[in-house]
Every structure is written in C-alpha cells, then in structure tokens.
C-alpha cells in the first residue's frame, strides 16, 4: 500500500472513532435527562427525599411545571400484527345478546317482578315480598318506595282483573325508574383534536378488557383508534391491552413497568393527535377508592392529557354484583375525575340488576354499556326498554 492510501485510511479510522464517541456521548446525555425529567413514583428511591412525607410528588403541577411543560416518558408503539380481522358483531346484536343474557327468572329481581303479574289477589303480604325483592336486588329504598307507590296507586288492592294489563302497567314503571331519556352515548366522536376516552375504576371490575372491547365496537364502526396503557403498575396489563390491539387493529403506547401514567397517557394523547386518529382510549390503573394518594394521581393523569385534548368521557366500570360498596367506590371517582358514564361489568343472569337504577340516581350520569361475559363481543350499549323487556321476558 502506497503512503498515500495508508494515510487516507488511518484518517479515516480515525474519524470514525471520533463519530462514534460523540454518538455515544449524546446518547448518555439524553438518557441523563430523561432520568431527571421523569417523575419518579411513591415508593422509588428517592421520592420521599423530594416529596411529602409519603413521597408522593407531583412534577407535573408544580411551579415551574405548568400547562406547556411536556412530561418526558420512554414510551413505545406497539403496532398491531397484520392479521386478518373478523367484523365484530352489530349493535343489534349486541342488544339481543343482552336481552338474552337479562331474561326469564335467571335474577331475583327478575323473580319479584313477575310474581308480582303472576298472582291473582295482591294482599299487603304480597306488597311486603315484592319490596323485599326491589330493596335485595340493589333498586335501592328510594326507587323502591317510587315503584310500589305507582304500581299500588293503579292496581286494584284486591287483585288484577287482567295479568296482560298489569305487566304493561309495570313494565311502563319500570321504564321510567330506569330512565330512557339519558343520553347513554358514549362520546367518542372527532373534533379539532381526537375523542380521548378515560376507563377508570377499582381492581378486579375489568377496566382493560372493557377498553378492549370498546375498541373493538369503535372499530367496527370505521374510526381509527390508538390505545394509551396507562396502567403501568400492573405487569401484565400493558401486554394484555398490546394484545386487543392486536386482535382489533390499532397500535398500543405503552411505558416501561412502574413509568408514570401521567406521562404515558400524554404521550398516547400526542401520538393520536400526530396521526389524527378518531379516538384515543386511556387504560388506567385499577385503585381503591380509600387510597388517597392514588385518587389524586388519577385526577394528575386527567389534567395532563387536557393539556393536549379535552377528555370527552370519563368512563367507571363497576361490577355490577358489588352492590352498596360499588356505589361507594363510584362517589370517590365522581369526585375525583368528574366521571360521565358507567360501564356494568357481570351485569347477566347472576346479577341483581336493580343497581342500575340506584348507581344512576347516586351519581346523576347514566349507565352506557354493560358486560355480559367473557366474550369478545360481550359488550353491549345499555337500552333501558330492552332492559325492562328482558326482566319481564317480554317476547
């Protein structure tokens, strides 16, 4: 080799090191930002030294952390597989599998009610039962006395003369305790900025899979939909949530186990405004309402999301088997996020169904979808004349 080329190629040499020290170099410098500008969670070394006395810190809302201030977080996109996706079934569908899941005598209250139409004298020990059997479904004291009023004041004491006529009677009160005038859709229509949908509520009540399955009927009807897995504590709920998004078609933001929701649910938020997709579907971290540090973050997640988009609904699954206790979780949340529907979870044949009625007059905002099942398609908008027909088995 001639002196020539043997210094063109040492150069050479040499220039590249050069380059990739200082790649290097850069990258450790945007890693060590990242480290400072990320909160850090309860719990994680250090926080106690910076926060309170339980180390509970909110950087996001502190001075000098205002509206403007991106929350840093190492988030990824998880694509869905090109796979071949079935067509989720229709809201028609969806509502007969509802009737058929409530029908019958498969529920007390179910029971109560049609032995009330069923007897051919109504005494006052019949009165007695049916509102044992209104009060032990969850229709709660209020409803209860509403209903036996009304029904008392338009049924002859001594007994029906016509049972077709008396379970019309009751199927019309019933209606109107349940309420058909709420508006029970669920908001998830394109402005300026996607439709963002927060899931919230305690353990246990399904809030990934319900996330899951609305995007699933989102989907069905041809809006493009990215999915935020703000529940970060959970180690399986992110892969869980990757996984519907899999199955539906849309991409998944998702954050390291133990990132900062706050900063994950703002990065999904950005990543749908990005690709000016329809909705964005934030999944959140299943919390008991006593825990007061955890209902604060959950209100943190809401404000740092608005910074970017409004939040047009704010969805509370509750298991509808939960009764008094589930109520008492929902008061929290409404205070907390200002929650705008309720989503039933194991609201079928087992369930007491009156809790639909007492969560709606609690918590003034109407139930807009309920779980039946386990089933992809288990998810159904809540009808309230559907509803009535399938307590009283109405063909």
């Known amino acids: ?63 000098g952390g205002g509206v403007g201030t991106e929350p840093a977080a190492d988030t990824e996109v998880v694509e869905p597989e090109l796979v071949p996706l079935d067509r989720p079934d229709s809201r028609e569908s969806r509502l007969a599998r509802l009737r058929r899941r409530l029908s019958g005598s498969n529920s007390a209250l179910s029971r109560g009610l049609l032995m009330l139409i069923s007897r051919d004298r109504i005494d006052e020990d019949t009165w007695e039962d049916f509102e044992e059997v209104l009060i032990t479904s969850d229709l709660g004291v209020g409803p209860t006395t509403e209903l036996v009023e009304a029904l008392r004041a338009k049924l002859r004491v001594d007994g029906v003369a016509d049972p077709v006529q008396a379970r019309e009677i009751l199927r019309t009160e019933l209606v109107r305790l349940v309420d058909p005038t709420l508006d029970r859709t669920v908001h998830a229509e394109r402005g300026e900025v996607p439709a963002v949908v927060m899931v919230v509520g305690v353990n246990g009540t399904g809030k990934t899979t319900t996330v899951g399955k609305l995007a699933r009927v989102l989907v069905s009807e041809d809006k493009d939909v990215v999915l935020g897995a703000a529940d970060t504590f959970r180690a399986a709920a992110a892969d869980q949530l990757a996984t519907w998004g899999d199955r539906v078609g849309v991409p998944t933001i998702r954050g390291a186990e133990g990132a900062d929701p706050a900063s994950v649910a703002f990065e999904a938020v950005k990543a749908g405004i990005e690709q000016e997709v329809d909705v964005v579907l934030i999944d959140t971290a299943g919390r008991l309402h006593t825990k007061t540090g955890l209902m604060d973050e959950l209100g943190k997640v809401k404000r740092v999301i608005e910074r970017q988009a409004p939040v047009g609904e704010v969805l509370l699954v509750l298991d509808a088997t939960t009764g008094q206790n589930g109520l008492t979780q929902a008061r929290i949340f409404r205070d907390v996020v200002n929650i705008t529907g309720i989503v039933l979870t194991k609201l079928d044949g087992s369930a007491k169904g009156g809790i639909v009625v007492q969560v709606q007059r609690e918590l003034g905002v109407p139930v807009k979808l309920v779980g039946l099942g386990e089933g992809v398609d288990d998810l159904a908008p809540f009808d309230a004349e559907v509803f009535v027909d399938a307590l009283l088995d109405q063909g």
Request: aromatic share 4%; glycine share 12%.
């Open 1 to 63: 080799m001639d002196p020539v080329t043997l210094w063109i190629v040492v150069g050479a040499i040499i220039l590249a090191a050069f380059v990739a020290v200082g790649v290097m170099a850069t990258r450790r410098r945007s890693a060590l930002q990242r480290s400072r500008q990320t909160p850090q969670l309860p719990g994680e070394p250090g926080a106690a030294a910076r926060g309170g006395a339980d180390g509970d810190v909110d950087l996001l809302d502190r001075p």
